[in-house]
Each structure stands twice: as structure tokens, then as C-alpha cells.
């Protein structure tokens, strides 16, 4: 499982790599006005917060995230995730974790997205009788498609590595909304 998550990784850092370079090529630079970096001038920062709650039910999301935009066409960036989950006497949930995302921009109002999560999973189901823990890392590869307003992206993604079993996602399909400033 390890194997096949760097091996993943790689190959996004590859599709980053490759697809972040612009093409035109400059025979001469002015570097006299060259003093600072124009780092931070294409640093965007954004990310997501979740909260829902209920007679005895609570699930509290926060997961920040920067991206680096190479050109108008391409960005990439890390993430962050943490999640609370809890129904009395029944469930309890943490989950922690990081991602990396690339995000491609064919239109101006047009998304495509790769992103790989990498979560660690703590949760414990309680009944009268039992209480059952199970601790495992989740791998999620989503590729998304979303139309994009100014800052607002809103979509629908798919997780390639979706399973049945010891997936922390009902169903492979999910809609997203991201923001950055």
C-alpha cells in the first residue's frame, strides 16, 4: 500500500512538473529589477471548514490548503485535514491528514483536478454489548471537474481508489467547493 501511494505521488509531481513550465522561452532577462522574489505574488491560500451537528451527533472538519500558481493554466499546492466525528454511545472518529493537489485550467471557468489524500484513520463503534477500534491510513485519488467564478470552484470529484470496505467515503462520486484568496 505504501508502494503504491508513493508511486502515485511521484507520478503527480511528474504531471505537475511537466505542465508548470510556460512556454515561452526568453534569449535575455533585464535583471536589474530583479531584487525580490515574486514568490508569495502567486501563493493562494484557502481551504475548508465543516460543521454539522445533531441530537447527539457532531462532526467538525478544518482542512487548510495553499496553492502555487505557475501560470494561468496550472497550479499546485499541499493541504491539510482534521475530523471530529461523534455519535453517543455509538461512534467516535479522528481523522488527520495531508494532500496534494493539482489543478489544471483549460477555461477560465472551467476546472480539472487531481488530488491525492493521504488520511490517518482512529475510530471506534460502540454498541450495549462490545466496543470495536480499528486504526488504518486511507488513500484517496480524486480527479475532479468544476466550474470555476473568480476564486470559487464548484465541482464534482471521483476516487479512483474507492473500496467498499474500510473506506471512510460512502461512495466514490462527492461534490466539492474550494476557496482561495
Do not use: C
Not at 512538473?17 to 522561452?25: A, T, V
Not at 477560465?108 to 470495536?132: A, C, D, P
Not at 480499528?134 to 470552484?153: C, H, K, M, P, V
Not at 476516487?159 to 482561495?180: G, S
Amino acid at each position: 500500500m505504501k508502494k503504491n501511494f508513493v508511486m502515485n505521488l511521484t507520478f503527480l509531481l511528474v504531471i505537475v512538473f511537466l505542465f508548470g513550465f510556460k512556454s515561452e522561452i526568453y534569449a535575455q532577462e533585464n535583471t536589474e529589477n530583479k531584487t525580490k522574489s515574486d514568490f508569495w505574488n502567486h501563493v493562494q491560500f484557502g481551504g475548508g471548514f465543516g460543521l454539522g451537528v445533531g441530537n447527539n451527533y457532531a462532526d467538525i472538519m478544518v482542512a487548510p490548503s495553499a496553492i502555487y500558481n505557475f501560470n494561468n493554466y496550472v497550479s499546485a499546492g499541499l493541504g491539510l485535514q482534521y475530523n471530529y466525528i461523534k455519535q453517543k454511545d455509538f461512534y467516535n472518529a479522528n481523522l488527520y491528514g495531508a494532500s496534494i493537489l493539482a489543478l489544471f485550467n483549460p477555461l477560465e471557468e472551467l476546472q480539472i483536478s487531481t488530488e491525492i489524500e493521504q488520511l490517518k484513520v482512529n475510530r471506534t463503534f460502540k454498541n450495549n454489548f462490545e466496543s470495536n477500534s480499528q486504526d488504518f491510513w486511507n488513500t484517496a485519488l480524486f480527479i475532479g471537474l468544476g466550474y470555476r467564478s473568480e476564486n470559487i470552484t464548484m465541482g464534482m470529484r471521483y476516487n479512483i481508489l474507492h473500496k467498499n470496505r474500510d473506506n471512510i467515503y460512502p461512495e466514490a462520486f462527492m461534490p466539492f467547493v474550494r476557496i482561495y484568496f
